[in-house]
């Protein structure tokens, strides 16, 4: 198995005998003394509630950056527990992860859990989100108290969408009642974000069944750019249909609940698509 240096890793990885190459390289992460604590960042950090979510749509670069940079900012000043649409299987690779160097090795022995092998690419398994993981591993190794968990329900999936977004939000729930002087920062499809149930949909959201005061539900201004996700044509980088000016990055709380939503981030910048962390070759 051949390994590139340092933050380049590009490697054949063996699942059920296929092989498995990671997809182009990883940037390195940020150093772990340094937060890029963007304009209403401090101020969410202060005054945070017992949750934050921050709502995307699926495989992008920015927002799982973005969510890495909120996430800097509050653990310096609270115990975090980051909450993750992963399986809730993956908890114990994922705390293994966290709990190892960091090197060649620990990044290898993370891209063979099940997080990353998705017949359906949709933005959850991305570079992206591989690189927040090895952020987060960073800024635990120097000294901050993060706890990262999967809070992708285990449904058979022969019951309503409502009973997923029910069981998504008594996961979170869960974390909070166990971390109960932690601030439970979610990142999660801008879906299961929206705070009240909109006309037309079918379902009530993940994050309606929280208590209000008890959140802040960040929604993105309309952007440009593309997002790696899966439609009609398959999995790979699609265009979005933003058509909003890109305002310089920040976050900011709202008084009311607008579109479902009670608070608003940009990160300053068209989307880019961000691509599996490792090729999709069929199922397992």
Excluded at 19 to 35: F, H, K, N
Excluded at 76 to 104: K, M, Q, W
Excluded at 124 to 142: H, N, V, Y
Aim: hydrophobic share 45%; aromatic share 6%; with cysteine.
């Amino acid at each position: 198995m051949a390994l590139l240096p340092s933050a380049a890793i590009l490697f054949m990885l063996v699942t059920s005998g296929a092989a498995r190459p990671l997809a182009p390289p990883i940037e390195p992460a940020d150093s772990p003394q340094v937060c890029s604590s963007l304009p209403g960042t401090e101020a969410l950090a202060e005054s945070a509630p017992r949750f934050v979510i921050v709502g995307e749509i699926h495989g992008t670069d920015q927002v799982p950056r973005l969510f890495g940079d909120i996430a800097c900012v509050v653990a310096r000043r609270r115990s975090v527990i980051v909450a993750l649409e992963f399986d809730e299987r993956s908890d114990e690779d994922v705390a293994h992860f966290l709990a190892s160097p960091g090197d060649d090795a620990a990044v290898s022995r993370l891209l063979r859990s099940d997080i990353w092998a998705r017949d359906m690419a949709d933005g959850r398994s991305s570079i992206a989100m591989l690189t927040l993981l090895r952020r987060l591993r960073d800024w635990r190794a120097a000294g901050r108290v993060v706890e990262v968990h999967g809070t992708q329900p285990r449904v058979s999936g022969r019951l309503d969408q409502h009973y997923y977004e029910l069981a998504m939000a008594d996961r979170w729930a869960s974390l909070a009642d166990t971390h109960p002087n932690s601030v439970v920062l979610i990142l999660v499809g801008s879906l299961h974000a929206r705070l009240v149930r909109q006309p037309g949909m079918m379902f009530a959201p993940a994050a309606s069944h929280l208590l209000p005061t008890d959140v802040v539900s960040l929604q993105s201004e309309p952007a440009t750019g593309s997002a790696w996700n899966c439609q009609q044509d398959g999995c790979a980088p699609h265009p979005l249909a933003g058509k909003g000016t890109h305002k310089p990055a920040y976050i900011r709380v709202l008084p009311t609940i607008t579109d479902g939503f009670n608070g608003v981030f940009s990160v300053g910048t068209s989307l880019t698509a961000s691509a599996p962390a490792i090729e999709t070759v069929g199922a397992r």
